[in-house]
């Protein structure tokens, strides 16, 4: 059968899909893909695998994508993050039968990714990127597609777009966010540069980012014109997204737990899920919060659980008339909704006013009020009451004389100890203050190789020992003759 491209590809093989839960590492889980496939989603990417450890690694591939079969979890396609053509290939080869289409990740910004040079990181590299794409469609039984995040510049962001389609891409994931655009600096993304590509290439284009509810995605492709939505941290705090309801926290949650008992998965995972669909209520129960955190066991998991069902359900038992969800939320605490980074209000896309409580609070302290800190450091304040965050108070170094990092006290060379650890290797010196003792071990080295040839060498010991006794009987003879 031949290789479905473009439109017939996303029309036939994907089933013309438009609701689609985005590629999360350590997130997008064969059970959190199947709790979202029966909430409304249409189609699903794997966590970024790892092309490299994915071909090398037999057990990676068996936790990641080779486990139980499950009819139920198509159509899907597996994202691989990867620089080097021959090597994307490899793994994707490995990887096919057991999917619909690969997907090359071009939009991680995070500092790893720009550690192992993948990625984001990749976006300058157009020659690179066009070998990969080259070598991948026409290598693989399955379509290629890439995800990728857009330049500041939106014409730049377009030739980007046009050169992958030209490399074989056959369908292309905007997030409308550059690289810098992420963290506390997420900020909103562009849907002017989602709908400028949509007119610029043939391929279906499926956006990302700013999709916090049902509204949204209807608004982003009527604005933009995309086949399909992506959704990441929407479907995380709300499964049911795309069945436009806001359920409560403890269905989802519950739910997913008995799909774990069927499709098992590391505990950090079901953890991470439970921290995001219970975000609100956990700024409420801080015991519980801590529980969650230190539980080791999935019984366990379900145990904090259902002590917050009950919590929330005593709750809305005690509840006044006409009572109203506090601290800005839309809904109370124990319903799925959005959670809205600081300075991210989406509003790009549904009119909507969604004034959610921030993750975290004010960085600065100006009076000591601790409800300025964020929980990190709260956490230190409890330890040491005394720590004090004002950045005036901050002890000033003394700097390194080679590269401005703080110095040692005690360093003989005035620099910091990996600037110290290459003069002292250099000149073979000891360092004491930095604890660096390249003479002393070269001296104790020589005397044990000169005690090691006296060993192996017996004759050099007796001429020695011969040596000696001649000179002190000459010594004496002297002494006498005095």
Known sequence: ??????????????????????????QSELAWRLLSRRHGAQLCYTPMLHAQVFLRDANYRRENLYGEACPEDRPLIVQFCAND?????????????????????????????????YGAFLQEEWDLLQRMILLANEKLSVPIT??????????????????LEKAGCQLLTVHGRTKEQKGPLAGVASWEHIQAVRKAVSIPVFANGNIQCLSDVEECIRKTGVHGV????????????FEGRNPLVWEMAEEYLEIVQKYPCPLSYVRAHLFKLWHHTLQVYQQLREELAKVKTLEGIVDVNRELKLRCQEEIANQKEGEKPKEGLPFFHWICQPYIRPG???NGASGTEKSVRGKRAL?????????????????????????SFDPSLKPKYAKCDQCGNPKGNKCVFNMCRGCCKKRAFKETADCPGHGLLFKTKYEKSLSWQSSQ???????????????????????????GAV
């Open 344 to 346: 991210c209000k989406e």
């Open 146 to 163: 890439c995800k990728i995040r857009v330049f500041p510049d939106i014409d730049k962001t377009v030739k980007y777009a046009q050169m």
């Open 85 to 117: 053509p021959e090597v994307f290939v490899q793994a994707a080869l490995l990887a096919q039968d057991y999917c619909d289409a690969i997907d090359l990740n071009l939009g991680c910004p995070q500092m790893i990714a720009k550690r192992g040079h």
């Open 230 to 241: 992506m959704s990441a941290e929407g479907n995380l705090h709300n499964p049911a997204l």
């Open 1 to 26: 059968m031949p290789k479905l491209r473009g439109e017939a590809f996303w029309r036939e093989t994907l089933r013309s899909a438009h609701y689609v839960v985005a590629p999360m590492v350590d």
């Open 453 to 479: 040839r006296v060993i192996q060498n017996p004759e050099i010991s007796r001429r020695g020992d011969a040596e000696v006794g001649e000179a002190a009987v000459l010594k004496e003879a002297g002494d």
């Open 363 to 387: 960085e600065e302290e100006e009076d000591g009020n601790s409800e300025l800190l964020s929980k990190n450091k709260q956490k230190k304040k409890l330890r040491n009451p005394n720590k």
